[in-house]
């Protein structure tokens, strides 16, 4: 099993409130607390839809061991030998990531070893994102049961609202824009269907996975 949990949150909103609500064509205060609420939300919903972090923050990623990521799917059968193999990468979810703070195992009596910079790679490029072992090296062994393995770093697009992708802020405005126009309209049958383009924005950025594993690095939730 794993988990993923938030550590350090973003600084900063993903767009400005100024932003929105010259977006939305307001010239007063009154409805300044809706559009507060309005850009978390959407920040959340676009986050979890792409599966991406927006503004940078800090994520602790907690693994039990490397066993317990699966092999991407293949198609008929293999014949061998009953073998366990290791992954030599562990995927980090809700990338990009800026950097890999530190990756520390924990043996049976709880204690602590930080791995050497020296013996992993930090691929960034790849979606998503993963820690990967150097040439000549190994996982270490003798792990505890569970949270064997802690991997902490920095994911986001950067710390301003401006190095987000500009159609991720503009499906953001719109997702905005549309429950702002709807507010209350929610309750008439059939409910009013947010426009096909939010989605058509954002579907380069998603991050998606096929996995038999019900707890998909690229779909979990930061507790």
Known sequence: MAGLTLQ??????????????????LDDN??????????????????NHIARSLINRTYKLSIDSINEFDFPLWEGFRDGPDMVYQKR???????????????????????ATTMNTSDYYV???????????????VWPTALRVANAIEITYVAGYGASPLQI???????????????????GDFERFPPPNMPDSIEGLLRPYRTMSFSSDPYSMTNRRAR
């Open 8 to 25: 350090t949150e973003a600084s900063k909103q993903a767009l400005d409130v100024r932003d929105v609500k010259n977006y939305l064509k």
């Open 30 to 47: 009154a409805d300044e607390v809706l559009v507060r609420t309005l850009i978390t939300t959407a920040s959340d919903w676009v986050e």
């Open 89 to 111: 990468y562990i995927p980090l979810p809700r990338g990009p990531i800026q950097s890999v703070s530190s990756v520390v195992t924990y043996d049976d009596a709880d204690t």
């Open 123 to 137: 691929d960034s490029v790849s979606q998503p994102p993963r820690v990967m072992l150097r040439n000549n090296a």
């Open 165 to 183: 992708p500009e159609p991720i802020r503009l499906a953001m405005y719109q997702f905005i824009a549309f429950q702002y126009e709807h507010r």
